[in-house]
């Protein structure tokens, strides 16, 4: 089992930045690869970023990419995502996901709202 902690969303105007963090229960470095997802209103949940164990394997989605950016420390379990420039259409509910010993784990979400 890992048990996911998300922190660091909010209100936000456009154009302003966030930072979301999500701690893991387990050690970071077992997990293979770690990531943020996010889900807006009557719309399907989709990728933001991953980044892999090592921190050289690295995903964005082509919506935030240049704006977002993903980081990990391994030493603190904890993954990041740093959000600049954000868009009313960036406003979402964001999810920290690991993926480890084969199971996808989520955590419990962080409310992103960008006001234009």
């Known amino acids: 089992q890992v048990h996911l902690v998300e922190s660091g969303g909010g209100l936000v105007q456009a154009g302003g930045s966030l930072r979301l963090s999500c701690v893991a229960s387990r050690t970071a470095f077992n997990i293979n690869v770690m990531g943020w997802y996010r889900q807006a209103p009557g719309k399907q949940r989709e990728l933001v970023a991953t980044i892999t164990r090592a921190g050289h394997g690295i995903n964005y989605a082509d919506t935030v990419k240049g704006r977002f950016t993903i980081s990990r420390d391994i030493t603190k379990n904890t993954v990041y995502l740093q959000m600049n420039s954000l868009k009313p259409e960036d406003t979402a509910v964001y999810y920290c996901?690991?993926?480890?010993?084969?199971?996808?784990?989520w955590g419990q979400g962080t409310q992103v709202t960008v006001s234009s």
């Open positions: 996901n690991v993926q480890y010993m084969g199971y996808t784990y």
